[in-house]
């Protein structure tokens, strides 16, 4: 019997024909739910540009699952055409690392902010990269918890004023890009909504790598951070391929990482491609769904 697709395309035909793949628009990738972020929230453009990767690596919606924390910009699992997960808070990473494992057909794509990825998710964060699990992990670092409506975040720069911190930070923020190298992720980039073109090539790289990849992207908070801001950025983004960047040299990735001031490099820090992810270690997992138990008790 034919199946149809949500996208209104038939995979299989008659007896004997191939399957045909439907090719999917960023049409098709709508979710039945508008976004509810403010007007502005630079997560508009992570959805955008999530939406043209999936795009144009040619998926199928139900080839793809988005999981998330909680967060504005956890909430993007369900303004997505695809499979998804709003799990708890700071606990998108371990969910979305047993579908992996279960699951090897599925293209998991992991969304959140700073504050539920590099805060109460920071345990998770660190693990699942020692582990290399084949995950993209898609940041919305906006330096602030907007949904509970502006307080500290974990890479809220030292000094700021926030409605938690009224008058100043005193702490260091966390910088993810060389902690995610250190750490041992296998494709470490950073992006910037206010650069479409550049965030939905880094999208789609991380999702080709095999292996865990980050892609921290400031999306600036338009109701909560008024520090850091999408003029802030546009005034200090630099691309590394423009600095002449070696995502293969990891010293320079390390000190690109750290550079913050009045150039802030956006792209490609780090990949490696020579280290196995998880599922690749144990020949169960790597059986994946096609694994039987069949004969087993
Ligand atoms: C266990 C738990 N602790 C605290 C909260 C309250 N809470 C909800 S969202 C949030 C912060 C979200 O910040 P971030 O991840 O940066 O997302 P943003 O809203 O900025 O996109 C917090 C503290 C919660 N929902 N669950
Ligand atoms: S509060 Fe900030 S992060 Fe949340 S939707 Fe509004 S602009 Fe976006
Ligand atoms: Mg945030």
């Given amino acids: 019997m034919d199946t149809v697709l949500e996208t209104g395309a038939t995979t299989r035909g008659q007896a004997g024909l191939k399957p045909e793949r439907a090719k999917v628009t960023v049409k098709d990738l709508k979710g039945r739910v508008d976004p509810d972020w403010c007007p502005g929230c630079g997560d508009f453009g992570v959805l955008a540009a999530l939406k043209q990767a999936i795009a144009e690596l040619g ?21 997505l055409n695809t499979y998804g997960m709003h799990t708890l808070h700071g606990r998108a990473l371990a ?9 090897h057909d599925l293209k998991i794509v992991v969304t959140g902010g700073d504050g539920d990825g590099y805060g109460i998710g ?29 307080q500290l975040s974990p890479t809220s720069a030292k000094g700021m004023n926030t409605k938690s911190t009224p008058f100043g930070s005193v702490e260091n923020p966390v910088n993810p890009i060389p902690l995610a190298i250190a750490a041992g992720a296998t ?27 980050l892609i921290d992207t400031f999306s600036p908070c338009v109701t909560y951070n008024h520090d850091n801001t999408h003029e802030f950025f ?5 691309k590394l ?34 280290l196995p992810a998880l599922d690749q270690l144990e020949p169960v997992l790597g059986e ?3 694994h039987s138990s069949a004969g087993r008790c």
């Fill in 59 to 79: 998926f199928q919606p139900h080839e793809v699952m988005t999981i998330s924390g909680i967060g504005c910009s956890s909430n993007l699992p369900g303004y």
């Fill in 95 to 103: 969910v979305a690392t047993g579908a992996q494992l279960a699951n």
């Fill in 122 to 150: 920071g345990n998770h964060f660190l693990h699942t990269m020692r582990r290399n699990v084949d995950l993209t992990y898609v940041v919305m670092n906006n330096q602030i918890y907007g949904l509970t409506t502006g």
């Fill in 187 to 213: 494709y470490v980039a950073r992006g910037f909504t206010g650069q479409q073109k550049h965030l939905v090539e880094l999208i789609k790289g991380g999702v080709q790598h095999r292996g865990f990849a």
């Fill in 234 to 238: 546009k005034q200090r983004t630099r």
């Fill in 241 to 274: 391929e423009e600095m002449g960047h070696d995502p293969t040299d990891f010293h320079g990735a390390m000190e690109k990482g750290r550079l913050w001031g009045d150039v802030i490099p956006i792209g490609l820090f780090w990949r490696r491609e020579d």
């Fill in 288 to 290: 994946g769904t096609r």
